[in-house]
């Protein structure tokens, strides 16, 4: 699997466009990104996946760049609500993939 | 909608004491996972499972074991309980084959062992 970087922690005001990235410099031909939001005593949920370029839902949009060895969460116009552990996770799916989670990217949204 | 079903949400339990954590998913899934998750430490995979009857250990598997006697069903079993096994535990899913790596958490187990 592919290591992932990212930032330990970010701070935002609400009404704010977020933009959190992570590299994946060994990121391999088969592998996707999904990026995975968490808040305290629940489980990880899935937030947005892609492969190449840009990706949009209604909660966020995932920037890849061409070479694919790093990529960029974006959450626009964060709200209070949005404050969490976000998670890159970089890898294939396959019979007996072990997903390894990193420690990701604690995000404050602040008044 | 994908669901995965943990058990119990909040247990206490006695050192030395066997515990059984339970988790089911109804999405016909072939992987399953159990992950602890500790502050500072991030997620950690303890087993996973990628069919009926097989298991794989993950980073952290002494001190578990797990079973999978049906598809939808993962269970994790502490044997003899430890106060280091304090933690929230995590059970997911995810489909086969290529395409993605979306998993499917549950809410999580806090296991208090005292």
């Known amino acids: 699997l592919a290591k992932t970087t990212q930032p330990i922690s970010m701070d935002s005001y609400e009404g704010q466009e977020v933009n959190i990235t992570c590299s994946h410099n060994?990121?391999?031909?088969?592998?996707?990104i999904t990026w995975y939001q968490q808040f305290p005593s629940q489980g990880p949920r899935f937030i947005i996946q892609?492969?190449?370029t840009k990706v949009t839902n209604e909660v966020a949009s995932l920037f890849i760049p061409a070479d694919r060895k790093s990529s960029t969460l974006s959450l626009p116009r964060v709200s209070l609500s949005d404050t969490a552990v976000y998670y890159c996770?970089?890898?294939?799916?396959?019979?007996?993939?072990?997903?390894?989670f990193g420690p990701g990217t604690r995000l404050s949204v602040l008044p | 909608d994908v669901k995965v079903t943990q058990s119990s949400r909040y247990l206490v339990k006695r050192t030395g004491e066997k515990v059984f954590l339970e988790c089911v998913q109804d999405?016909?899934?072939?992987?399953m996972f159990w992950y602890r998750q500790d502050p500072g430490l991030g997620l950690r995979l303890i087993y996973f499972?990628?069919?009926?009857?097989?298991?794989e250990k993950g980073d952290i598997p002494e001190g578990y074991s797990v079973s999978r006697e049906k598809k939808e069903r993962f269970s994790l079993i502490l044997e003899s309980a430890s106060t280091n096994q304090t933690s929230m535990y995590l059970c997911?899913?995810?489909?086969?084959?290529?395409?993605?790596?979306?998993?499917?958490f549950g809410e999580g187990s806090w296991l208090t062992v005292v």
């Open positions: 060994n990121i391999a031909t088969n592998d996707y």
């Open positions: 499972s990628y069919d009926v009857k097989m298991k």
């Open positions: 996770l970089v890898g294939e799916r396959n019979y007996g993939q072990n997903f390894v």
């Open positions: 892609g492969y190449k």
């Open positions: 999405m016909d899934h072939e992987n």
């Open positions: 997911a899913s995810s489909p086969p084959g290529r395409g993605g790596n979306t998993i499917y």
